[in-house]
């Protein structure tokens, strides 16, 4: 018979199918990810004091804290992946192969067609195409109608059309599939019946894989050897050892890997997984088939066709096991587990008696054996495949027929995905159910039936199904849900106990790990979550970020931490530099500011935001003012607003904008009275900070009324300071405070020096000057030179200016924005006002802090219109009492015509200033 010969061309469409089958086959055989498994990191998170900036008084220092985030990564489980793309891939991917083999086999003489086509026949009755419901609950229309489609091209062309082109045959069956196709899904009712046929079109290339599989059954050695002898050809070397120890390893092999499927390999033999074996398979029977035809082909088939179904069974092998490797059909894959193995097994063993016994004495002849190693098809052959059969009947027995088990379950599995797919969660469960039931290793059914369960309000049953799969079955996923639903049960114990058994099944598990080492954070055993989480590995960045939380919140900030990746990480690290008091890298804080761009998720956003503008001396606020006002009038941030807004004054303070700073935490505490108490004592430590004892005593009293019970010593002198004697003392016994030195003592040095400090805001430039004169303290006097220059320089004189700054830099290092402010005091003057900003370390803004009055002052003096200087100076003395700035004010307001205003303003300011000298400086022109 003539030997069809197609080019390579012919074959491309073959190779391309087989090779991206086998690429992604391969990647899930290899690297085995879990591909309908959704086990991620949530993110929660904890709050972390930082010291943003510190106020040193003195003998009286205390940092101003504030909260930057510490992200949490706790994984949990999701319902499992529907890969909707994929399914409808592979679903046309069936359509064109089923297309294929069914144009081939038309080729056939009559006997064999004859099998083929009652084979086709019987795989159609198992795909359960009853299930479609055409005309009635699992009537036969469904399968009547596609065995008519299916067969009616085959049947015509194998009649009348046998020796059309193939591509003709093709495209006419495919068409007729696809016919039939339309009109199954046209008439059923069930919902996405798309869906229905996608998935059990699985079915049906699965046969056709088997089939393969067992048809290639000796492949390997038959083509070790046909290799061997060409290698040896001429060689006169022992080809029979060679072959009989290469035969006896891979026999051995196989047999441990049977082993290791029913549970008891032999350790010092190694195994691997059985479906790996597919390539080497494929190739390897590849060649045993061009050996065959080349020698003796038989008149049932044309060599093309034969390559045909060849490249068509490797290619639709692969693409299933792609199939229930992404959908986690379990008992697909060991079903095909164990075919492989037996048929490996079986025909494999036989293949080496059938060659010893038949063609020992040309073995080691060097003759060229393969011409005549399957020719003719002889009877010892045939012995060989019926041996074969029959050696895996005797290897099912010895398994317990649990492929059985395992066609069972799948199918079951099959019909679970379709009512999973399309959001039929009872009839789903009850599949799943079934198909755990009748198969333990499989692991997505039982997960998938916990979250119906869940979803479907039955908590307890699914429970109870976790419990039963932890004892049964462990699986990562399902002990991670279990885990939690103790959690959320309040039974610690017990999620404890469960997620320090699983990490037994699975030690390399991070998922398991890490929530265990969060749950003995939790019940304060921290040494032991740090442990647990610094035996992770490197690559588990999860566990390295959570570790570094950890660390940070439990107080331990000198350790080395490792670069981070990630925005949790990054996030993390902005906390750790901060509680360090360090200011972030350069690196650190454009890593940080990139992964905000890229991030979806509101949570981290804010947080990452929140330490990012931890960070003292941040001039020009506006763009970062504006960001975060624009993340607030998103929906999705509405459950961090308020986060949202106290990062917006932190980044307002980060700018020297002290009075808006303050303004807005008084807001936040109206608008959120359960968190009013951390609100107004941070607003009391920065009043405190800028020497304003009275508010900032007021603000820490309302504190303590809204439930702010974290009193410390300095709190205790602040209230000393703001004249609330009383009240200090009744807070001093409730907490159990000390007394300082100072207070003990109120004529030493640094009671001296706190006598002036607490009124150094209400008192003029000259007298403060004078007190600071007989200061003999070195260090005390140059603080205080310090302050007054901040505060009061705008009242004083050239000379005086200069010696305060003499004294500040004599003792703190020489400065030289001070040194020409000093050479210079002009308020007026640009460059003079620039260098006064710069030793201040502040921006371009001369409002922002109302506590220093000279550069308010500066601000007024600039200005030519009235009323600008008047809301000016009207803004600062809302906080400052500074008498100059008042007295200013008065003049202003007369001078528009705001007399009420101007008389309002000298009442208050009798409120601390004598009689006299408040005439006294009514006399003066400002």
Not at 519 to 537: G, I
Not at 734 to 750: G, K, M, R, T, V
Not at 826 to 834: A, G, K, L, M, R
Request: charged share 15%; with cysteine; net charge negative.
């Amino acid at each position: 018979m003539h030997k069809a010969k197609s080019p390579f061309l012919g074959y491309l469409p073959a190779l391309l199918f087989v090779l991206l089958g086998g690429l992604f086959s391969y990647y899930y055989l290899l690297f085995d990810p879990v591909a309908y498994r959704v086990l991620l990191p949530g993110y929660f998170l904890d709050r972390l004091p930082i010291p943003f900036d510190w106020a040193g008084i003195g003998p009286l220092s205390f940092p101003i804290l504030i909260d930057n985030f510490l992200v949490f990564q706790e994984f949990q489980s999701f319902a499992p992946n529907i890969p909707v793309v994929e399914n409808q891939v592979f679903g046309i991917l069936a359509v064109i192969s089923i297309s294929f083999f069914l144009a081939l086999i038309s080729s056939f003489k009559k006997w064999q067609f004859l099998a083929a086509g009652i084979a086709w026949i019987i795989l159609l009755v198992f795909s359960n195409l009853n299930g479609l419901n055409i005309n009635g609950i699992n009537s036969n229309y469904p399968l009547i109608i596609a065995i008519i489609g299916n067969l009616a091209g085959p049947v015509f062309f194998h009649l009348e059309g046998k020796n059309r082109p193939l591509l003709l045959r093709w495209i006419v069956i495919l068409l007729l599939v696809m016919s039939t196709t339309a009109i199954l899904l046209s008439y059923s009712p069930l919902p996405y019946p798309a869906v229905f046929l996608s998935e059990h079109s699985f079915i049906l290339l699965l046969g056709l894989s088997i089939a393969w599989i067992f048809w290639n059954g000796h492949a390997i050695l038959s083509g070790t050897y046909i290799l061997l002898t060409r290698a040896n050809k001429n060689l006169g070397l022992r080809v029979s050892i060679q072959f009989l120890v290469l035969g006896i390893l891979y026999l051995l092999l196989l047999f441990n890997m049977l082993l290791d499927l029913t549970g008891l390999p032999i350790t010092w033999i190694p195994t691997f997984h059985p479906l790996v074996l597919v390539i080497p398979v494929g190739v390897m029977g590849w060649l045993v088939l061009r050996v065959k035809s080349k020698n003796e082909l038989n008149p049932s088939f044309n060599l093309f066709t034969l390559e045909s179904l060849h490249l068509l069974g490797f290619g639709i092998t692969l693409w299933v096991i792609w199939k229930l490797k992404l959908v986690g059909n379990q008992p697909a894959e060991e079903l095909l587990k164990h075919l492989i193995t037996y048929s490996q097994i079986g025909f494999s063993a036989f293949f080496m008696i059938y060659v010893f016994s038949n063609f020992f004495t040309l073995m080691d002849s060097g003759k060229d054996v393969e011409r005549v190693l399957f020719k003719p098809f002889s009877l010892p052959y045939y012995h060989l495949r019926l041996g074969g059969l029959i050696a895996m009947l005797v290897l099912t027995t010895y398994a317990d027929g649990i492929i059985g088990v395992q066609v069972n379950a799948l199918s079951n599995q099959v019909l679970g995905d379709y009512y999973y797919e399309t959001d039929q969660k009872l009839e789903a469960s009850i599949l799943y159910e079934n198909a755990w039931f009748r198969c333990r290793n499989n692991p997505k059914a039982k997960n998938a039936l916990a979250h119906l369960l869940l979803e479907l309000k039955q908590p307890s049953l699914a429970k109870s199904h976790l419990e039963q799969s932890f004892s049964e079955a462990p699986q990562e996923d399902n002990i991670v849900l279990l885990a939690d639903r103790y959690h959320q049960e309040q039974k610690l114990f017990q999620a404890i106990s469960t997620l320090e058994q699983g990490l037994s099944f699975f030690p390399k598990s991070e998922a398991i790990r890490n929530n265990l080492a969060l749950l003995y954070v939790k019940s304060n055993r921290t040494e032991e979550a740090k442990n647990l989480l610094e035996e992770a590995p490197i690559s588990q960045l999860v566990s390295k970020n959570n570790l570094l939380a950890t660390q940070l919140k439990s107080g331990q900030l000198d350790m080395e931490a490792e670069q981070p990746k990630g925005l949790p990480g990054f996030i993390n690290e902005l906390a750790h530099q901060h509680a360090l008091g360090n200011f972030p890298s350069k690196n650190l804080i454009e890593s940080t500011e990139k992964a905000i761009q890229k991030s979806e998720t509101p949570l981290l956003t804010q947080a990452a935001l929140r330490n990012l503008f931890s960070i003292l001396n941040q001039p020009n606020p506006e763009e970062d003012l504006a960001l975060l006002d624009s993340l607030w009038q998103k929906e999705e941030m509405n459950p961090y607003i308020m986060s949202l807004q106290e990062t917006a004054v932190i980044r307002s303070l980060s700018a020297g904008r002290v009075g808006e700073a303050i303004k807005n935490l008084n807001g936040l505490a109206f608008r959120n009275p359960g968190d009013a108490g951390y609100f107004l004592h941070l607003s009391a430590s920065i009043l405190a900070q800028q020497l304003d004892f009275k508010k900032s005593s007021a603000e820490l009293l309302a504190a303590r009324e809204k439930g702010f019970q974290a009193f410390k010593n300095h709190h205790w002198e602040i209230l000393v300071l703001g004249g609330f004697e009383q009240e200090a003392e009744e807070i001093r016994l409730a907490y159990n405070l000390d007394f300082p030195a100072w207070i003990q003592n109120l004529d030493s040095e640094e009671g001296n020096y706190l006598q002036i400090i607490e009124k150094l805001h209400e008192a003029l430039p000259e007298e403060l000057f004078g007190e600071w004169d007989g200061l003999e303290n070195e260090m005390l006097k140059a603080d205080l030179a310090a302050k007054i220059l901040r505060a009061k320089s705008h009242g004083l004189n050239v000379k005086q200016i200069q010696e305060l700054a003499v004294m500040v830099n004599q003792v703190f290092g020489e400065n030289e924005d001070l040194k020409r402010f000093a050479a210079n005091p002009d308020f007026q003057n640009q460059e003079s006002v620039q260098a006064f900003l710069n030793w201040l370390k502040l921006g371009d803004e001369l409002t922002g802090n109302p506590y220093y009055s000279p550069l308010i002052w500066s601000a007024q003096l600039i200005q030519s219109d009235p009323l600008v200087q008047y809301e000016i100076l009207n803004a600062a003395t809302e906080f400052n009492r500074d008498p100059i700035l008042w007295m200013k004010k008065v003049q202003v307001a007369r001078q528009i015509g705001l007399s009420n205003y101007a008389t309002d303003a000298l009442g208050k300011m009798s409120e601390w200033i004598d009689e006299e000298t408040l005439y006294q400086l009514q006399m003066r022109k400002f």
